[in-house]
T-cell receptor, first 111, second 113 residues
Framework: DVKVTQSSRYLVKRTGEKVFLECVQD?????MFWYRQDPGLGLRLIYF???????EKGDIPEGYSVSREKKERFSLILESASTNQTSMYLC??????????FGPGTRLTVT | AQSVTQLGSHVSVSEGALVLLRCNYS??????LFWYVQYPNQGLQLLLK??????LVKGINGFEAEFKKSETSFHLTKPSAHMSDAAEYFC???????????FGTGTRLLVSP
């Protein structure tokens, strides 16, 4: 079974803090993605990566950066957290056959 | 650019009634279409997908969807709703390159006894 794990289910941070959200997949998938989910807006793509050290901006990259130093790990970084980044963050990896596998999500609250 | 429109942020049905969740897409290339379900406090689970071939796709838990190119639609149906179907449902579109998965805004299904 493919597993996509995220480092925390719930996270509370203060405004201005640097925040790291970690995602790990165990099936050697090339492509990994970070989405944020907000009520009424669905899931929106923040960043994705199709190889180690490669990254592409998604639809809402402002205020975020990413890191992919190893194939199995894709990190989302909030350089200076703001209250409008309070959201559910979902990581996903893609198998070549067109199946995305999603992690359980991290609910981030910025106060 | 690809996009998905889900009509109705909330749909209410009685247990045993037909479930119909609507999804229309926009794509300049042949689309790959997906339905995901999210139960409370859980991640996304794939219900079904259309890539190529048969346009009527059967998924898990008795759900099915039909790809209609002429209507640019991929509506999700289930003949008889169960209480356990109460969840949020997301339609999504991608292309053959699978570079991105673009989601609709979601439809929350409410099932009453």
């Amino acid at each position: 079974d493919v597993k996509v794990t995220q480092s925390s289910r719930y996270l509370v941070k203060r405004t201005g803090e640097k925040v790291f959200l970690e995602c790990v997949q165990d099936m050697d998938h090339e492509n990994m993605f970070w989405y944020r989910q907000d009520p009424g807006l669905g899931l929106r793509l923040i960043y994705f990566s199709y190889d180690v050290k490669m990254k592409e901006k998604g639809d809402i990259p402002e205020g975020y950066s990413v890191s992919r130093e190893k194939k199995e790990r894709f990190s989302l970084i909030l350089e200076s957290a703001s209250t409008n980044q309070t959201s559910m963050y979902l990581c996903a990896s893609l198998r070549i056959a067109g199946e995305w596998y999603f992690g359980p999500g991290t609910r981030l609250t910025v106060t | 650019a690809q996009s998905v429109t889900q009509l109705g942020s909330h749909v209410s049905v009685s247990e045993g009634a037909l479930v119909l969740l609507r999804c229309n897409y926009s794509s300049s290339v042949p689309p790959y279409l997906f339905w995901y379900v999210q139960y409370p406090n859980q991640g996304l689970q794939l219900l079904l997908k259309y890539t190529t071939g048969a346009t009527l796709v059967k998924g898990i838990n008795g759900f099915e969807a039909e790809f209609k190119k002429s209507e640019t639609s991929f509506h999700l149906t289930k003949p008889s709703a169960h209480m356990s179907d109460a969840a949020e449902y997301f339609c999504a579109v991608s292309d053959a390159g699978f570079q991105k998965l673009v989601f609709g805004t979601g439809t929350r299904l409410l099932v009453s006894p």
